[in-house]
Structures are given as structure tokens and as C-alpha cells.
């Protein structure tokens, strides 16, 4: 493990913010995965995937993807249940990592820059762990890697309900209850450590994403459903076996950013560092005052990050823009 390091601040042009970029459903194995594609603007541009967290959608690599378009051809799926992606059969980390391998296959992309935040960053450990072939660089955002003191996160105040019959229910009551703007700013509150670093157009989008949530039936099912399944993967990370993410990550080889919010109020602020001290060859940025998900509240500093890595492991891209 080693520190991160920082591309210069003058390497990342600052444009307008931009709205959630186009996307389409792909159909694969008979069911519809969304995807939304930011186009490179340069030739020579590498391809990346982005996994978002639980309860979030592709939208929220927006900013980072952006930002990233010049070195990145970017594409940012919904996991199955989630965004604008058809239900899964199972919410399970195995599962949501199927997904994301027979994506990248069904692409013909890869390898690629694989990204995870989140949820999304324990799939990515273990298509990285399990396929080093599809996976070039890996960066991990806030990962949810496994750890046992519920207290150290906002979600062990629902932990209780996976033990209800019918939780799905419960839940999808609860949820029908909250209008959309109070539903919203209790995600970002949850998930941010200063929101005033969050845009009124980035509000707005969550607004309207969280009211097209609740017109899914399958939402509040697949939300229960993969915290269940993300529970179940922490346990079974310290019991005797093959399927331990902690041990998946210990095989990882590609080169490696791990990076996390020292505000974090959903996964345990030590995680980061245990990550890039298993991971053979790491390194760890962490953040002082960000919370649950830097790509959002400071992608510019994300974005530097990760060009750091992108100028230490790959060529730079031709010159030439593509008009």
C-alpha cells in the first residue's frame, strides 16, 4: 500500500455541469440492463465501467464520468432492481458480479477501468479478484467490504427489518410515505458529509429519480433483498471458505485506488485503509470531511485521483479531439 497521488488540479478542464449522460437498455441473457454511455473526447480513450452503490443508479457518476472523458469512454450501468434496469433474480454480490462480467463480455470492452462505490466497490472486488482478464485498474470508493459492528453504520438501524417476514412490504409502505424531496434529502444528508457541496441540479435529479422509484413495484424488494444479500456477505467474509470478499480482495492484481470519506456514515471509516493494505498492489486517498460518496460531493478531487493512477499504469491518449 502507498499514498495516493493527485494529478495536477490544471489537467481537468471545468466545464458545465452536466446532465445525467444518454442511455439505453441492453439486453442481456433475456433481461434488460441500463446503461449510460459518456462519450470520450478524445481518440485513444481507454474503456471504463462504473457500479454504483445500493440505492443509487449510473447517475451518479455524472460529475466523475465527465470529468474523466478525456482519458475514459465511459459506461455507467443501473444493477439489476435498481435505476432503469429490469428486476434481478437474486441480490446477492455474486449475482450483482455476474452481472457486471457478462456485461463487460456482452460489450466486448473489456478489460477495463473498473469503478465501485459502495455496494458497487465490493462487486468490483470481486470481479476483480475472480476475473483479473476483464479488469485493468480498479478503483474502490467507499467500499462496502465487509465488518461486523453494525453501530459503525446508518444501515444498522434497519438491520432489524431482513428479520421480518415480509419485510419487503414494510418497507415499501414506509417508502410510499415519504414524499420524494423528504426522501431525498435523508439520502443525501445520509450519504454527504457538507451538502452544500451538492448542486440544486444534482437535488432536483434525485428528486425525480426517487419519484420514478416509486412508481417500480420491485424497488422496495430489491433494495430489502441486496441488503440482506450485502449482510450476508460480511458474514460469511470471516467464516471458513472460498467466497470471503476480505480473501477476493487479497488476490486482486490489478493496480489498485482505494478511496474513502473520513465522514463516512454507512460503511466503518476503517475499511479503506484494511482494503489497500490486503490489496497487493494499492493506494489509499482518504478525505478529511467527505462522506459516502466523494465522486459526488468532491469529483474534482476524485477525478485527479484517478487520473494519477490512469497517467502511472497507461499511456496517454492522442493528442488529437474528437469533433
Known sequence: MRRALLA???SI???????????????????ITHVRRTPATREGAEPALYVHGLGGSAQNWTDLAGLLADRLDGHAIDLPGFGLSDPGRKYTIAAFADRVVRYIEHSGRGPVH?????????????VAGLRPDL????????????????????QGRVLPLLAVPRAERLAARWLTQLPPEEMARQVM???????RRI?????????????????AEHYAAAYVRTLRGLVGSFVRAYLPGSGSLWRIAGQITAPTLVIGGGLDRLVDIRVPAQVARLVPDSRLLLLAGVGHVPQLEVPRTVARAALALLDETSPRPAVRLIS
Open 135 to 154: 479488469v485493468r485498474t480498479l478503483t474502490l470508493i467507499s467500499p462496502a467490504m465487509p465488518f461486523l459492528d453494525p453501530r459503525r453504520s446508518l
Open 114 to 126: 473498473l469503478f465501485g462505490n459502495s455496494l458497487g466497490g465490493a462487486i468490483s472486488v470481486r
Open 8 to 10: 495536477a488540479d490544471e
Open 199 to 215: 448542486c440544486d441540479q444534482r437535488r432536483m435529479e434525485a428528486i425525480e429519480e426517487i419519484r420514478i422509484r416509486y412508481t
Open 13 to 31: 478542464v471545468l466545464g458545465e455541469i452536466p446532465s445525467p449522460w444518454p442511455g439505453q437498455g441492453v439486453r442481456i441473457d433475456g433481461s
Open 189 to 195: 444528508e445520509a450519504c454527504v458529509a457538507d451538502t
